[in-house]
């Protein structure tokens, strides 16, 4: 049975709990769930929607290149939005960033996030050579 290796990078926020920022196993990259935090950790100069969703998938995108993924190895992203009235709006932006990746994916509309947060987004990618 393989080691499960543990995936850092400085172009997305370091864990600020007992969490790695991803995990590699068997082949698979399993991605922590993002919020909308600068990787500096400094605020968002755009903190609307829009640009916490724009942050939120920018660091689950840094961690999935360093975990040595790219976005057409997506298998299956999760995000949980504040208010189901959101929803387009994530959706709008989501495919903005994401273009013709379309991975599995669920929105769960919440009450609330961590720290007042709008969304947050996590991840699972194959990567190359499985």
């Known amino acids: ?31 922590s769930g993002q919020l909308p935090i600068r990787a500096d950790g400094a605020a ?14 920018g660091n689950m995108l840094a961690i999935l290149a360093a975990g040595g993924g790219t976005p057409a190895r997506l298998a ?4 949980y939005i504040v208010g189901v009235e959101n929803w ?10 994401l273009g013709d990746v379309r991975p599995a994916r669920t929105v769960v509309p919440v009450g609330e996030l961590h720290h007042g947060y709008l969304v947050e987004i996590d991840a699972v990618a194959i990567l190359p050579g499985d």
């Open 1 to 31: 049975m393989a080691d499960v290796v543990k995936v850092r990078t400085d172009a997305a926020p370091a864990p600020a709990g007992h969490y790695a920022q991803a995990t590699i196993a068997g082949g698979t990259l399993y991605i």
């Open 44 to 57: 968002l100069p755009d903190d609307s929607f829009d640009g916490q969703v724009r942050q939120a998938i």
């Open 76 to 79: 299956r992203v999760t995000a």
């Open 88 to 97: 387009p709006r994530f959706n709008a932006v989501y495919a903005a960033m």
